[in-house]
Nanobody, 126 residues
C-alpha cells in the first residue's frame, strides 16, 4: 500500500510562486513513477506534470510549461512541484499520484495511476 501526503498549498496572488511537496511511503520510492494532477470542483481531474524513476524524463501540460517544474528526491521519498507565475486559472486541488515503473511519463491519463494523495488546495487570486 502506497501512502502519499501532499503539502504546500495555500492562497497566493497572481504572479506568486508556490512549491508543493509529496512524501511517499509504503513502497520503494525510486521504483515509482510520479505525477501531479489537479482538479476543479465539477471538472475532470487533469494532468499537470510527470517524472520518471530518476527525474531525468519529465512531461508537462502545455499551459504550465515554462512555469512549473516537477522534480524528485529519491533519498527523501519526495516529489516536488515548483510553480511560478501563478494565475487564477491554476486554482485547483492538486493531487500527487504514483504509478508502477512502467507508467509512461508522457501519458497524461489520471486513470493509469493507482495511488493518490488526499490533495492540497491552491488558490490564486487576481
Amino acid at each position: 500500500q502506497v501512502r502519499l501526503v501532499e503539502s504546500g498549498g495555500g492562497l497566493v496572488q497572481a504572479g506568486d510562486s508556490l512549491r508543493l511537496s509529496c512524501v511517499a511511503s509504503g513502497r520503494t520510492f525510486s521504483r515509482m513513477s510520479m505525477a501531479w494532477f489537479r482538479q476543479v470542483s465539477g471538472k475532470e481531474r487533469e494532468f499537470v506534470a510527470a517524472t520518471g524513476l530518476v527525474g531525468g524524463r519529465t512531461h508537462y501540460r502545455d499551459s504550465v510549461k515554462g512555469r512549473f517544474t516537477i522534480s524528485r528526491n529519491n533519498a527523501e521519498n519526495t516529489v516536488y512541484l515548483n510553480m511560478s507565475s501563478l494565475n487564477p486559472e491554476d486554482t485547483a486541488v492538486y493531487y500527487c499520484a504514483a504509478g508502477p515503473p512502467t507508467t509512461p511519463v508522457s501519458a497524461p491519463q489520471w486513470k493509469i495511476y493507482p495511488n493518490w494523495g488526499q490533495g492540497t488546495q491552491v488558490t490564486v487570486s487576481a
